[in-house]
Each structure stands twice: as C-alpha cells, then as structure tokens.
C-alpha cells in the first residue's frame, strides 16, 4: 500500500482481492460500484476483515455483524472509493488477452482521480482488484498503462474507409483464401488498395481487444473507441454513415445501405497518444465550460 496522502503525495493505492472489494462495496451503503464488480456470493468471514487491516484498507477491525464500515475503513481508502461516486467525468476501459481480463473506471472531479481496476482470467487467480487515488496531472498514466502491448510480426500502416457491404466481402473473400476472389471484389467495389492488408488482420484471429469510453455528468457520452490487437498490429475500428446519409433517423435499413466502417493501423503509442489528447480535452472542455467543479 502506498502511505496516506499529504501535502506531498500525488498517489495513493491499495491491491485487494476481488472478494476483499466485493466485502468492503457490500458494507458501504449507498456506494455503487461499476457492474464489473460482480456481487459477493459468499458471507464475509474473519479472513477477509484479517486481510483488509493488513492491507491498511481498513484502519480498525469491525464487528462481521456491522452493516457499515464506514467509520472502520482507512480515510485515504474510502475518499478514493467514494469518488467513483461523484466525479465530473468517467473513463471506461475494458481490454483482454487470451489469458486476461481488464475492467477500469477512471473518474475525475475537480483536481483528483479515483481509478478503480479489476483483473480477471487465468492471469490472475480468483481474481484481484486495485483501488488508486492521483492528482489530476497523472490520470493519464494510469489509463495508458492499461493498454496491452501488442505482438507484432507482419505490421501494417494507412487507413481506410469503405462500405459495411464492401467490408463484409473482403473479409469473407480473404477468408477464402481465393486470390482471384478478392480481385474481383476489390475491383467491383471500388476499393481502395490499402484496405486489403487492413482488413486481412479482421479476417484473421484476433489476439487482444481495447475499448475505451467515456461520457461527463452532465453531456452524457463524449466518445469511445475500439481497438483489435492482430498479429498485424492494431487496428482501430469505427462504424458511421456516408455523409450523404449522416442526417436524419438511424434505421438498420440506412446503416446496411450507406454505412462506413473505417480502418486504421495504429501502434501500443498511438493509442496512448489518443488517450492523452482525449482526457485533455475532456478537462479542458470541462475547466471551460463549468470551472473547477469544485
């Protein structure tokens, strides 16, 4: 554990079990906790209140009765927690390996984070879970060093945006591993040269995942991105409409007949750099429009 914040202390962490997380959420009433929190399934016994005060997650052993630990549970610790509460702007992030599962929440209010992260899958036992507290300067850190580190060994580059239709058929073409096939769809349906290594990395096992999402309290949704780790490299993925059709109702008929998907080979940087100009913004849209928010 990371000692309790002072005048000179930028973060503060703790690393519990998923259980020992499950036990203290379960004895926070009022505490609302994202969904990847799973509930607890059993009764908290004396080794996990024996864990948490080694931990220094909680300062005082409480009754196993008690319905709060409110009063029992490290200062430093419960601000951290209760911030997911209340912040101004939420960060989601989900990424996986074959043998791990991320889940994160990153919230902001005012000129600190709360980072919560839960990490599941053969990686990680019954699974293990982090709480940490930052200033607001190092909240990027935290969201960069999730991003899993891809294995590359045929790299590709460029972007690309074509049709959903196109989209379907060169990958079912690429698939089907007939040279001849492909041509023809590139050739009958305009597609632009760049797009066939692009979409080969889709048309193969994909090997890791990344999404990020974040919406504010008062705008709702601000943006999210999806990201496919291919022995290619990464490839970013977004589905819209052609500008001619970007006005008016969303049908499934519209998105079959005038929707985009786009394409873009990125690097375990790019997307760090993403992130960094994304939370900026958010701040700094933030900052303007409502101050502080303090």
Same mark, same amino acid.
């Given at each position: 554990m990371t000692p309790a914040p002072d005048a000179t202390t930028d973060v503060v962490e703790w690393d519990l079990s998923v259980e020992e997380l499950r036990a203290v959420r379960d004895h926070l009433p009022g505490l609302v906790l994202p969904s990847f929190v799973p509930e607890r399934t059993s009764v908290v016994g004396v080794g996990v209140v024996d864990a948490l005060v080694a931990r220094g997650v909680l300062a005082s052993a409480p009754a196993l009765d008690a319905e709060s630990?409110?009063?029992d549970l490290d200062a430093p610790?419960?601000?951290?927690?209760? &911030?997911?509460?209340?912040?101004?702007? %939420?960060?989601?992030?989900?990424?996986?390996?074959?043998?791990?599962?991320?889940?994160?929440?990153?919230?902001?209010?005012?000129a600190a984070a709360s980072h919560l992260t839960v990490w599941t899958g053969? *990686?990680?036992? *019954?699974?293990?879970?982090?709480?940490?507290?930052?200033? &607001?300067?190092?909240?990027?850190q935290?969201?960069?060093s999730l991003v899993p580190e891809a294995e590359v060994t045929d790299r590709v580059h460029g972007t690309t945006t074509v049709?959903?239709?196109?989209?379907?058929?060169?990958?079912?073409?690429?698939?089907?591993?007939?040279?001849? %096939?492909?041509d023809a769809v590139v050739k009958e349906l305009h597609v632009p040269a760049v797009a066939v290594p692009l979409f080969r990395g889709l048309a193969e096992? %994909?090997?890791?995942?990344?999404?990020?999402?974040?919406?504010?309290?008062?705008?709702?949704? %601000?943006?999210?991105?999806?990201?496919f780790g291919t022995?290619?490299?990464?490839?970013?993925?977004?589905?819209?409409? *052609?500008a001619a059709a970007a006005t008016g109702e969303v049908t499934p008929e519209r998105i079959t007949d005038a929707g985009t998907v786009t394409v873009t080979a990125q690097t375990d940087e790019d997307i760090r750099t993403e992130l960094l100009s994304r939370v900026a913004g958010l701040i700094r849209d933030r900052d303007v429009i409502g101050g502080s928010n303090g």
């Open positions: 630990w409110s009063d610790f419960l601000m951290t927690l209760a &911030l997911q509460n209340a912040g101004s702007i %939420v960060i989601q992030i989900s990424a996986w390996t074959p043998t791990s599962t991320t889940a994160h929440s990153t919230v902001i209010q005012a053969a *990686d990680h036992g *019954d699974g293990r879970a982090r709480v940490r507290g930052t200033v &607001l300067d190092l909240a990027w935290t969201l960069a049709s959903t239709v196109a989209s379907q058929a060169i990958v079912d073409a690429i698939k089907g591993r007939d040279a001849r %096939v492909l096992p %994909v090997r890791q995942g990344f999404r990020v999402k974040a919406f504010t309290l008062d705008g709702g949704p %601000v943006f999210a991105g999806n990201w022995s290619h490299g990464w490839l970013r993925m977004s589905v819209g409409l *052609d």
